[in-house]
T-cell receptor, first 108, second 113 residues
Framework: QKEVEQNSGPLSVPEGAIASLNCTYSDRGSQSFFWYRQYSGKSPELIMFIYSNGDKEDGRFTAQLNKASQYVSLLIRDSQPSDSATYLCAVNDYKLSFGAGTTVTVRA | EPEVTQTPSHQVTQMGQEVILRCVPISNHLYFYWYRQILGQKVEFLVSFYNNEISEKSEIFDDQFSVERPDGSNFTLKIRSTKLEDSAMYFC???????????FGEGSRLTVL
């Protein structure tokens, strides 16, 4: 069973600040990594994915991957109250294995 | 925008009863999945389905579970004899290629009494 570990939070940040979320994974052979957002009572929705070491930016979101350290992170810049949700890290090995998620609260 | 649809949104059943959860994946998608999420816990993989057969299943997906694609559009999850611990939100998901970019339905909440 491939393990994906996240700090459960909650992570509370003021509006406009940067939220930083971390994730580690157990299988060194994993190749593709995903961040999903899940609002309370709703289904997961894809935010972004990353395959290569380094940073990948998409709007206010930046994913960072370090395969040597088996570490993936997500930065949310200029956090908005609408970003308040649980963020799920996932690793793909022909199926997605999810972490438990980090709950983010953005304070207005 | 195309979406994955699931029915019912909520089902309450007695322990030991059979339940069928239905999903209509996005029409040009080829890979289909069922996940479940027990309240307050993580999203767990149950089964993946491609080319009319199961491609992978988890330890959770025991003999009480089955999946079927009875026609060109529906994808169903059957639980033969429900247990209390089957109470969860069940998510169907689909994707065009097996890349991890899944589109999830809104989920079916199953409550077993």
């Amino acid at each position: 069973q491939k393990e994906v570990e996240q700090n459960s939070g909650p992570l509370s940040v003021p509006e406009g600040a940067i939220a930083s979320l971390n994730c580690t994974y157990s299988d060194r052979g994993s190749q593709s990594f995903f961040w999903y957002r899940q609002y309370s009572g709703k289904s997961p929705e894809l935010i972004m994915f990353i395959y290569s070491n380094g940073d990948k930016e998409d709007g206010r979101f930046t994913a960072q991957l370090n395969k040597a350290s088996q570490y993936v992170s997500l930065l949310i810049r200029d956090s908005q109250p609408s970003d308040s949700a649980t963020y799920l890290c996932a690793v793909n090995d022909y199926k997605l294995s999810f972490g438990a998620g980090t709950t983010v609260t953005v304070r207005a | 925008e195309p979406e994955v649809t699931q029915t019912p949104s909520h089902q309450v059943t007695q322990m030991g009863q059979e339940v069928i959860l239905r999903c209509v994946p996005i029409s040009n998608h080829l890979y289909f999945y069922w996940y479940r999420q027990i309240l307050g816990q993580k999203v767990e993989f149950l089964v993946s389905f491609y080319n009319n057969e199961i491609s992978e299943k988890s330890e959770i997906f025991d003999d009480q579970f089955s999946v079927e694609r009875p026609d060109g559009s529906n994808f169903t999850l059957k639980i033969r004899s429900t247990k209390l611990e089957d109470s969860a939100m069940y998510f169907c998901a689909s994707t065009r290629a097996n890349t991890g970019e899944l589109f999830f339905g809104e989920g079916s909440r199953l409550t077993v009494l």
